[in-house]
């Protein structure tokens, strides 16, 4: 008898067990990406000039530290689609623009679930985590 309880309640309470997994990965990533977007975005409004070099511009420099920031997270970071917009539209937000200069923008980070699942099975295919935050273009200066 015990054996056949156990026959039928052990897949269940595998798949409960999985499910569990899968879901504390998918609030995990969601967390990464909300950090890593807040970190960008706060980089975002400092001066940086005299830290990027001549061939990179403030958006690339502020996307490639929010692909760093997850890729040590071990998410890998050019699996991540990150776009820098202004805040009420979706144009594209050039952070060296000083005629952006106190105005709002948004910087969202998004990858499918399918890329980041630590199981083979799909059980959450088709879904997207995506983290957005608004902040006010200012600059505060760094100083060495």
């Given at each position: 008898m015990a054996t056949v309880e156990f026959a039928l309640m052990a897949p269940?309470?595998?798949l409960l067990i999985l499910g569990m997994t899968e879901a504390g990965h998918a609030f995990q990533v969601s967390g990464d990406l909300c950090a890593a977007?807040?970190?960008g975005a706060r980089t975002a409004?400092?001066?940086?000039s005299e830290v990027t070099s001549s061939t990179q511009t403030l958006n690339q420099k502020v996307t490639q530290d929010i692909r760093n920031f997850l890729s040590a997270n071990g998410i890998a970071g050019d699996r991540v689609t990150i776009?820098?917009?202004h805040a009420d539209s979706s144009a594209t937000f050039n952070l060296s623009d000083e005629a952006n200069y106190l105005k709002s923008f948004r910087i969202t980070a998004s990858v499918p679930y399918s890329q980041v699942s630590r199981l083979p099975a799909d059980y959450l295919s088709g879904r997207t985590l995506s983290f957005s935050a608004v902040y006010r273009m200012g600059r505060s200066?760094?100083?060495n």
């Open positions: 269940l309470f595998l977007v807040r970190e409004s400092m001066d940086l776009t820098i917009t200066q760094v100083t």
